[in-house]
């Protein structure tokens, strides 16, 4: 069956597998007892048919007996309760046993295969965060973070100094007294929660980078992980930093039903296309987070999935259409989950592109076109961007600790911004925020960005940006700044108090549009731009750098983006709903999330459709 698989993914136009990425059952049945035949059976197989292969470390997996070395391995959630085996995942980052342990079977696969040429790129672990697995409350977690505490501030008094904990009588007398921010009887103290994301962080970044060293030593191959689609526990720009490819796992209609919020209107319209921008958005974010620009698709949902609420198909055309905007986004590889539907465990009911009887499921066809589309085109490469839209992960979790309000959520509003450029037809780069240079770049948005550093604060200066809402509000430790924010060089504005509403309540602004979640009052002498109904400024500006106070609907993002857009000299278009652009240096693809043939240049645009023409021709 192997030798059928092997010839018919070759034959469909498939030049990549992965294989291996949970297999540590199989590779080591007991402790120390390695088994590779199947494995050696299997690298010899795909790769006399001419395939490149992906090898993973399959550590997302320990076996059962790993709990038999480490019984205290298994991490803990909020409420102090196990996770247990039986899934995946099953482990705690700040581990050292485990952790070394890891290191370990990376080091015994690079031993192997590590000079073998059949093995054309590795895959550290599986889909860090996935299933809620960064925050740990386990023993192992409390001890590390004690050390990590230790080393961050020296002395005690530091720390307590730092987190004002002479408010409510929580100083410390020694860091062995310090616990981890759960189960405490009302909110912990946000700095000391802070403290605990950005550790938590760095233990993901500590526990890859064992393995990424052990590889090192003993491949030549590219290192790359597969990150999902909005997690934000950890910073990838950190994990990036030891590896060569970000690759991502994008299901679209599995992201729409469960990680998206979205009117009802919204979900119904896109339900079996995905979101028209959520895909974009993080083809964008993992361009950024690999060296030199180097990303993938590892996962492309090739059916309904089988762990949303709900679990629609694809139309026909959207497996064409998602391969088709992560390569004019750049991706070098798109991959498919999975080649076949397993009859058996957890993922029975997620479709493969063969069904679980081997006949080809509908997505098939679909990769099979890609892959002859793709034969007869030219490498386009990967055009750079007019717009930067700055990322940062520490911002997330200042705003999951300190929301303020319900809903405030960093990724949300990173994503309606995206959504606002995208609509006007405007391609994006997603920058990191330690960045110091945005030459290239004639608009660029920093929403939300809990501190900002000088860097960046420099590199905005004289470019057409946007800054807010909740931008440079709080220090690194989340509290608030003397003095208080923004504090933008050369825009005299302060944040003097904000508000929060609930979802029910809308300000509107003049000339169109409305603010709502979010609403700072805005003083100081800079221009006022749009300012509520009532008076209240919300977007103010002094030329180039620009503040926005509150959070804007659609409308007023529309409005904000064509100003912005204008003064930066960017052409903008008003694209059809569902329409969406991408340009390469070659060429212009245009797609269509709709459901309705859609009418864009002289072209009509079928439904789950992507067209593209050279730009001469444009
Ligand atoms: C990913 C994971 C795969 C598979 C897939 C199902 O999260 O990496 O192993 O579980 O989702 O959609």
């Known amino acids: 069956m192997w030798a059928r698989d092997a010839a018919e993914m070759v034959a469909t136009g498939i030049t990549w597998v992965r294989i291996g990425e949970f297999a540590w059952s199989r590779l080591e049945p ?39 070395r480490f019984p205290d391995m298994l991490a803990r959630d909020a409420s102090g309760q196990l996770r247990k085996f039986g899934s995946r995942r099953h482990y705690c980052f700040s581990h050292a046993g485990y952790r070394a342990a890891s290191a370990d079977i990376a080091a015994v696969l690079g031993d192997r295969y590590g000079r073998d040429a059949r093995i054309h790129a590795w895959q550290i672990d599986n889909e860090y965060g996935c299933h809620d697995t960064i925050l740990s409350y386990s023993e192992a977690a409390r001890d590390a973070f004690r050390l990590w505490l230790r080393d961050r501030y020296g002395e005690i008094t530091a720390l307590n100094e730092a987190w004002g904990n002479v408010f409510w009588s929580m100083e410390y007398r020694d860091f062995d007294e310090i616990e981890l921010p759960n189960l405490t009887v009302t909110q912990a103290n946000p700095s000391h929660d802070m403290a605990f994301r950005r550790f938590s962080s760095d233990q993901v970044v500590a526990y890859h980078t064992a393995q990424a060293d052990v590889l090192r030593a003993r491949t030549d191959a590219p290192l790359l992980h597969n990150y999902m689609g909005r997690v934000l526990e950890f910073d990838h720009f950190d994990v990036g930093a030891s590896l060569d ?57 090739p059916g309904p999935v089988n762990w949303a609420p709900h679990n629609p198909a694809p139309l026909p055309g959207m497996v064409r259409l998602w391969s088709w905007e992560a390569f004019a986004h750049g991706a070098e590889v798109v991959s498919y989950f999975r080649w076949r539907q397993a009859p058996f465990a957890q993922e029975q009911m997620h479709a493969g592109l063969k069904r679980p009887d081997n006949a080809a499921a509908p997505g098939l066809a679909e990769v099979a076109r890609v892959a002859r589309e793709i034969a007869q085109m030219p490498d386009a490469g990967t055009a750079a961007a007019r717009v930067a839209l700055i990322f940062d992960y520490p911002s997330a979790w200042a705003w999951d600790v300190l929301p303020q309000g319900t809903g405030f959520s960093y990724f949300r509003l990173m994503l309606d911004a995206y959504r606002a450029l995208r609509r006007r037809g405007l391609s994006v780069d997603i920058v990191p925020s330690s960045t110091s240079d945005l030459s290239g770049y004639a608009l660029a948005l920093a929403p939300g960005l809990a501190s900002m550093p ?21 220090t690194d430790e989340l509290c608030i700044p003397d003095p208080m924010g923004p504090s933008l060089p050369g825009l005299d504005v302060t944040a003097t108090r904000v508000e929060s509403l609930p979802p029910t309540h809308e300000r509107p602004v003049k000339g169109g549009g409305s603010v709502g979640l979010w609403c700072e009052t805005l003083e100081g002498t800079a221009e006022c731009l749009f300012e509520t109904e009532a008076g209240a400024p919300v977007l103010i500006g002094d030329g180039t750098l620009h503040y926005l106070g509150s959070w804007p609907d659609a409308a007023l993002w ?21 329409l969406r652009l991408r340009d390469t240096p070659s060429h212009r693809f245009v797609f269509n999330y709709g459901s309705k043939p859609v009418a864009y240049k002289d072209q009509v645009v079928e439904p789950a459709d992507v067209v593209w023409w050279p730009h001469a021709s444009c």
């Open 454 to 474: 000088d860097a960046l604060c420099a590199a905005l200066a004289g470019r057409t940006a946007l800054v807010g809402p909740r931008s440079n509000a709080v």
């Open 558 to 578: 529309d409005r904000i983006i064509r100003a912005l857009a204008a003064k930066a000299d960017l052409d903008v278009e008003d694209l059809p709903e569902g």
């Open 245 to 301: 490819i970000a690759t991502w796992d994008s299901y679209p209609i599995g992201f729409l039903s469960d990680r998206l919020e979205g009117t009802a209107e919204h979900k119904a319209r896109f339900l079996q296309q995905g979101d028209p921008d959520m895909q974009a958005f993080h083809h964008d974010l993992y361009r950024a987070v690999g060296r030199d620009g180097r990303w993938w698709v590892m996962e492309q949902q």
């Open 30 to 68: 007991d402790p120390g007892r390695f088994t590779f035949d199947w494995l050696d059976r299997a690298i010899d197989v795909l790769s006399s048919a001419g395939l490149k292969i992906v090898l993973g470390t399959p550590t997302c997996t320990p076996p059962r007996w790993m709990l038999e």
